[in-house]
């Protein structure tokens, strides 16, 4: 069973469009995030939740917004994009609680805007 | 949020070298952790240091948690083919309750045949 996962794996879509990303996690963790990593392979933080609490809220547009009905699930949803929201999308999850924060990753969504 | 400068960026050697990767920061983490991305999936983690001078090894791969808990640096013995991707450092500073990991921007790693 895959611990992360996220769907969908490719995602090419217009300038203008609306589009989600869903992910899931099935380790029972408390917090969840989304990261975006850039062609330079730079992974940065956007969002973080913790038991469906937003956390942490880094420099991103609202067009970015996420969506957490359950501590299980962390999806993302993105209004009216951008040519510049093209990179691939991370969703991780770990257990915030423990003595050091190990995260898991999904595998990633690319996201290309046209 | 707290910077990790990663070095080299990139690094290219031949089989059987030895390679030393760097991870420095200004600021003190709580732990700071080594994760190994391949091409089309996501970082997969490979080590978590958490006491200062602390000396973790896996197989060919050694870390090492600097004294002050600010620099962190992965050396690999030997190295294989099967060693090529992006090797990401990444700091824990929930200590201050924030949750989140803060990565340096990778070493891509090229290990030629």
């Known amino acids: 069973d895959t611990a992360v996962s996220q769907t969908p794996k490719y995602l090419v879509t217009q300038m203008g469009n609306d589009k989600s990303i869903k992910c899931e996690q099935n380790?029972?963790?408390?917090?969840m995030y989304w990261y975006k990593q850039d062609s330079k392979k730079f992974l940065k933080i956007m969002f973080s939740y913790n038991n469906k609490e937003l956390i942490i809220n880094e420099t991103v547009p609202n067009r970015f917004s996420p969506k957490s009905p359950d501590k299980a699930h962390l999806n993302l949803h993105i209004n009216s994009l951008e040519l510049g929201d093209s990179a691939v999308y991370f969703c991780a999850s770990s257990q915030a609680q423990s003595s050091n924060t190990e995260a898991f990753f999904g595998q990633g969504t690319r996201l290309t805007v046209v | 949020t707290q910077l990790l400068e990663q070095s080299p960026q990139f690094l290219s050697i031949q089989e059987g070298e030895n390679l030393t990767v760097y991870c420095n920061s200004s600021s003190v983490f709580s732990s700071l952790q080594w994760y190994r991305q391949e091409p089309g999936e996501g970082p997969v983690l490979l080590v978590t240091v958490v006491t200062g001078g602390e000396v973790k090894k896996l197989k060919r791969l050694t870390f090492q948690f600097g004294d002050a808990r600010k620099d962190s640096s992965l050396h690999i013995t030997a190295a294989q083919p099967g060693d090529t991707g992006l090797y990401l450092c990444?700091?824990?500073?929930?200590?201050?309750?924030?949750?989140?990991?803060?990565f340096g921007k990778g070493t891509k790693l090229s290990v030629i045949p």
């Open positions: 990444a700091g824990d500073d929930s200590g201050a309750g924030s949750y989140q990991l803060t």
């Open positions: 380790l029972g963790h408390d917090t």
